[in-house]
């Protein structure tokens, strides 16, 4: 619990958020906007729903005092059309159709079969004359700027 002369910050957020998570959760970020304006970044392996947030939200709010601190605190998913941040997300979404944007602003787009901790593998369909072919495609992170899923609606 806080005093009356300190202030929140991003590990006293982090370090609740270690405590609330489940197993099968994990941070992927936490930002701050103004002063006390915190949005921690929450998603799970089996998928978060609102009431999850919620729940998580509550139970870090707890260890804090509004009476003491004015700050604002907000739990969200990342978002479907956010870059990757955490390697749990890489993790999390294995065998799902992903686009690589590349540091020299290539892109390419392919089914991400594998993570380690230097590279992804990603199978990557090409056409060579009438045949589609798929070759597997190994990309260092150094290479990387951005990864994201690809939606199908």
Known sequence: MLKADDMI?????????????????FLVDITEKNNNN???YVDDYNGL???E????????SLAFNKDIEDYSLEVSSPGLDKPFKVREQ???NIKKQVEVLFKNGEKITGILEEV????????????HGNKNVRNEQEIEFKNIKSVKIIVKI
């Open 116 to 127: 380690n901790n230097e590279s992804i593998k990603l199978e990557v369909k090409t056409k």
């Open 9 to 25: 910050t991003k590990k006293d957020i982090l370090e609740e958020c270690e405590k609330v998570l489940k197993d099968s959760q």
């Open 90 to 92: 890489y993790i999390k």
């Open 49 to 51: 729903s609102i009431g």
């Open 38 to 40: 915190f949005t921690v």
């Open 53 to 60: 947030c919620q729940r998580i939200n509550k139970q870090i």
